[in-house]
């Protein structure tokens, strides 16, 4: 396995799942905590976590991944950040 080399200006994106609505906590590259966010568990969440994510990478930085808890409510394939993150390209 490589290692990452992260800066602070990248973004790591942690997803708790649930039937109606996804947590979303984002991290800077060092770990610090930058924002927190309530989506609900649907295409139209993920795409709002997506943008919600970008406005928080900075300059030379760049959204690197995201940890998902994948439960029993959102086991549906299309509304999954697991399986809609991963469709777009982003390390899961």
């Not at 396995?1 to 906590?25: E, F, N, P, Y």
């Not at 568990?41 to 940890?67: K, N, R």
Request: glycine share 14%.
């Amino acid at each position: 396995m490589t290692s990452m080399q992260l800066r602070r200006d990248d973004v790591i994106v942690g997803v708790d799942t649930h039937k109606d609505q996804h947590v979303a906590v984002l991290l800077d590259g060092l770990g610090g905590r930058l924002a927190e966010l309530f989506i609900p568990a649907t295409l139209t969440g993920f795409a709002q976590l997506l943008e919600f994510c970008g406005g928080h990478v900075g300059g030379d930085g760049q959204l690197v991944s995201f940890g998902v808890d994948a439960r029993i409510g959102a086991i549906v394939v299309n509304i999954n950040p697991a399986y809609r993150a991963t469709e777009l390209g982003y390390v899961v």
